[in-house]
């Protein structure tokens, strides 16, 4: 089946760094989205990796391993409106979004 | 970037009333539309992808019956809940692709609406 996996709920503190991870399994692989979504929102775009490695965008960035299904989203000088939930998606051979239950994230001063 | 928009963003109804939501692509054309409901705390859940001028593809467990789609166009894909009930409250949002694709497919968001169905 296809499956996505990422924690619960993560809290950090403003300024610092945290890492969300995820791991998925597909039937075929065509990219790993990450969006942010602030409470009663739709989801906005944070990335996309379809190749293996890190792609860095601000003070978001954004790492796949394609061999071990694995990503995380790592953000930077983390603020206080970065408090949001963070869902990993996975694009399958059909091109549809297999979405995780998303992290909500939690910075404190 | 691509602006999806619905409408309304927020409805309230009595139960076994009927309830259109609209989903519109205002800048792009979308050849796909996807609906999209999210429970509290849990993630989207896919019920239907719609193609302009075909029916649309209903996920698993997702009555037809009850969540009618029409694609009528390339800008536009409605949504109505029939004959609602408290346990169709939710969150539904949909999501376009632009017909000049791009790398992957990025699918574009609308902001959501909120339906409360007393």
């Known amino acids: 089946g296809q499956n996505i996996d990422q924690p619960t709920e993560m809290t950090a503190t403003e300024g610092a760094i945290v890492q969300i991870n995820c791991t998925y399994q597909?039937?075929?692989?065509?990219?790993l989205f990450w969006y942010q979504q602030h409470a009663g929102e739709a989801p906005t775009f944070l990335s996309y990796?379809?190749l293996d490695g890190l792609e860095e965008k601000g003070r978001f960035s954004s790492f796949l391993s394609r061999s071990k299904g694995y990503s995380y989203l790592l953000l930077k000088e983390l603020q206080m409106k970065d408090s949001a939930s963070y869902l990993c998606?996975?694009?399958?051979?059909?091109?549809?979004?297999?979405w995780g239950a998303g992290t909500k994230l939690i910075i404190k001063p | 970037g691509a602006v999806v928009s619905q409408h309304p963003s927020r409805v309230i109804c009595k139960s076994g009333t009927s309830v259109k939501i609209e989903c519109r692509s205002l800048?792009?054309?979308?050849?796909?539309m996807f609906w999209y409901r999210q429970f509290p705390k849990k993630s989207l859940m896919l019920m239907a992808t719609?193609?302009?001028?075909?029916?649309?593809?209903?996920e698993q467990g997702v009555e037809k019956d009850k969540f009618l789609i029409n694609h009528a166009s390339l800008t536009l894909s409605t949504l109505t809940v029939t004959s609602a009930h408290p346990e169709d409250s939710s969150f539904y949002i949909c999501?376009?692709?632009?017909?000049?694709?791009?790398?992957?497919?990025?699918?574009?968001f609308g902001p959501g609406t909120r339906l409360t169905v007393l």
């Open positions: 999501s376009a692709i632009s017909t000049s694709g791009g790398d992957y497919n990025e699918q574009f």
């Open positions: 800048d792009f054309q979308a050849t796909t």
């Open positions: 719609s193609n302009e001028g075909s029916k649309a593809t209903y």
């Open positions: 597909t039937s075929g692989f065509n990219g």
């Open positions: 990796n379809v």
């Open positions: 998606a996975a694009m399958d051979s059909n091109y549809q979004l297999i």
